[in-house]
DNA sequence: CGAGATTCATGTGAAGTATACCTTTAGGCTTAA
DNA sequence: AAGCCTAAAGGTATACTTCACATGAATCTCGTA
């Protein structure tokens, strides 16, 4: 055993370049929101009714990701709360994230979700769907007075697993005698709405409001107001806002990406026992961000789909790959690991997942003569592909 | 030569199966009157 | 007789399989110019 008394020693008077790193994490609220005065006062302003006890309407904010979708919609909600509270008005605030798997990603499991919420006992599995719905019924019923209900992610959810539950929302709705329901649902896709039953669109989208991606320059403002409160001064190098900033805005203006990159890039130097954070550490975060975001994604995934993209990746070295040839090298892989191989068409399913996952760009060709498949591409860069294949490999026992 | 038929390899939908878990209920055992 | 426990019966969600049919352009076929 090593002696590590040194290192922790030596830990504690280190002083980090962090004075508070907690406002650069995800979880993090801040106090004030920067460019999105409207959207705020315009969720403020169909949310507000719900303090008078009357109905707020249902809404629906579109935006893709890191536009502050989340972030805007908790911010006006702990507002409401508070004059809620101060005031003795009976409200009630649900947040569900539609796309977290096991949790919230079928109908069942949603509306299992809302139920606990609402301090009741529902199992995994065994329960009939609408003996859930029943439960939750009753408990938003004896709730008595406003609740709001957020759900994130919605479009992921309806893609999957189709419109119903919405149906059923507005249902349980318009049956409420005691309590007012209203339904805000945070979708990353802007057409979502459109593939959705009229009936279902009309009542749930009462009201709309649109996230804009924020342009580099805003997006520099975000990271300053934060930067002010996290490190001392000086400790950033010219330029190092505007990196993070204009990585972030390079695809649609991901706030979230350049607080992440900016914390990321910042722990990196720290952990060097460097004074400063200068761009280096900026492109070295980008990488590792990548790579620890595809790790995870990859981690969570089952057995079966880890060796399905096992497969995948042993191939990929051949520019394009087709389902069948994953699938049989994948076959010899399961004999090799010592597993039952799952049915083509089970794999043709785990991969339209990870297409949705964003893993991999499938599409469905027709080759004439040659049949019909889904012509797949790996959306990994190839640095990030080795350590993730090194480590599959590992995992899988290959 | 070109329109229409054929073909291939797999997509895709529907229905069925296995598993794990839930509630209900009937029977059996214990206990107390 | 009432109360409590247990185990079987009957039901559900989910992940997966089986079956069967759908796709759609490259290729083939064959009548026609």
């Known amino acids: 055993m090593q002696d590590l008394s040194g290192y922790f020693e030596g830990f504690i008077k280190k002083n980090s370049i962090f004075v508070n790193k907690k406002v650069l994490l ?33 809404l629906f904010i579109y935006g893709k990701t890191g536009t502050g979708k989340t972030v805007t919609v908790r911010h006006v909600l702990s507002n409401l709360m508070s004059v809620s509270k101060k005031n003795n008005i009976p409200l009630k605030l649900v947040y569900v994230n539609c796309k977290l798997k096991k949790i919230a990603d079928t109908e069942y499991r949603v509306v299992a979700q809302l139920a606990r919420e609402f301090g009741k006992e529902i199992p995994t599995t065994g329960l009939p769907t609408d003996e859930v719905y029943n439960v939750l019924f009753n408990a938003i019923e004896k709730e008595r007075g406003v609740i709001i209900i957020v759900l994130d992610e919605i479009d992921q959810l309806i893609k999957k697993t189709g419109d119903e539950i919405l149906y059923n929302f507005t249902r349980i709705d318009s049956e409420l005698k005691n309590t007012l329901l209203s339904i805000v649902g945070i979708s990353n896709d802007l057409f979502f709405l459109n593939n959705l039953d009229p009936r279902v669109k009309s009542s749930l989208s009462e009201e709309e409001i649109v996230f804009e991606p924020y342009n580099a320059i805003q997006i520099q403002d975000i990271l300053r107001t934060r930067v ?52 280096e550490h900026v492109d070295e975060a980008e990488e590792k961000i990548e790579r620890d975001t595809v790790f995870y994604v990859i981690d969570n995934q089952p057995k079966q789909y880890q060796l399905t993209l096992f497969a995948l990746f042993s191939l990929n070295n051949q520019s394009t790959v087709y389902t069948g040839d994953i699938y049989s090298y994948y076959k010899k892989l399961c004999v090799k690991a010592g597993l039952r191989p799952l049915t083509q068409r089970r794999i043709s399913d785990i991969l339209a997942e990870f297409d949705m996952l964003g893993l991999i760009t499938a599409k469905v060709v027709s080759k004439g003569r040659y049949g019909r498949t889904r012509e797949i591409n790996l959306s990994i860069p190839n640095t990030i592909k080795q350590t993730i294949f090194a480590s599959l490999k590992n995992n899988l026992g290959l």
Do not use: M, W
């Open 26 to 58: 995800p979880s993090y609220c801040p106090e004030k929101i920067l460019h999105r005065e409207k959207q705020i006062e315009d969720i403020a302003k169909i949310l507000a009714p719900s303090l008078k006890l009357e109905k707020p309407s249902n």
């Open 228 to 279: 002010s409160e996290v490190f001392e001064e000086g400790v950033l190098a010219e330029g190092v806002i505007e990196k993070c900033a204009a990585y972030a805005a390079r695809d649609h203006g991901d706030a979230r990406r350049a607080i992440e990159l900016l914390r990321v890039a910042a722990e990196i130097a720290d952990r060097t026992n460097q004074k400063n954070i200068r761009i």
